[in-house]
């Protein structure tokens, strides 16, 4: 298994700018057609755990370089943010690739390359670059409720907002549609129960790599 140095440095450096880079790209994109609306934007999953893996991976392709080792805070994040970007792409590809557009958008196509990095390469990409690379702080299965904090705070942000403002990121968290509450709840509790679990597989499947590697 790979072990803190200065090519997984860079390497990790490199998938930021690539997070970044695509955001970015999408941004200015919307920008010069008029139609960005940062309120709405940065309230997409997608992009707030694009950045955050995004400085998840500066910081720890930072200490690489330096040879410095992860602190448990550190591991914690790349964790959830390992297990964040799995549900964006899964849950990107199965159930919102095909999903109308606002009807403020119609007529507007996404720039095809950075959405592809943001739901289907990255994700892949963060979730072969947690389980392949050795932690140096090890994680108990309790580790997984602090895992959770950061799915469930936004949860709670985007539904609070939409009732406010009756703009919902996502079709399933919007119980005004067509089937109200009991599809939302449900839809809810099932990505739950998915990041719950594949935030502890997570953990045991890096463990078994690393000693398939010793």
């Not at 010069?32 to 910081?59: C, D």
């Amino acid at each position: 298994m790979l072990k803190t140095s200065m090519p997984l440095g860079f390497v990790r450096i490199l998938m930021a700018l690539a997070l970044f880079g695509s955001v970015y790209w999408q941004i200015s994109d919307r920008v010069a057609h008029n139609l960005f609306r940062p309120t709405e934007y940065f309230t997409f999953f997608t992009i707030t755990s694009s950045l955050l893996a995004g400085v998840a991976l500066t910081v720890a392709g930072l200490r690489a370089l330096r040879n410095q080792p992860e602190t448990k805070f550190l591991t914690l994040f790349r964790l959830t943010m390992a297990a964040s970007m799995v549900i964006v792409g899964v849950i990107y590809n199965a159930l919102l690739a095909d999903a109308p557009l606002d009807e403020r958008d119609l007529g507007y196509e996404w720039p095809e390359l950075p959405n592809q990095i943001l739901h289907t390469w990255m994700p892949i990409f963060i979730f072969l670059e947690w389980l392949i690379v050795r932690t140096a702080v090890p994680l108990k299965l309790k580790s997984v409720f602090w895992v959770l904090v950061y799915p469930f705070s936004w949860l709670a942000f985007a539904i609070v907002r939409g009732l406010v403002t009756n703009w919902y990121p996502y079709w399933f968290l919007n119980p005004n549609d067509e089937g109200g509450i009991p599809q939302m709840i449900q839809w809810i509790l099932t990505i739950a129960v998915f990041f719950v679990v594949l935030a502890v597989v997570l953990m045991p499947a890096q463990k078994a790599l690393a000693k398939i590697g010793k």
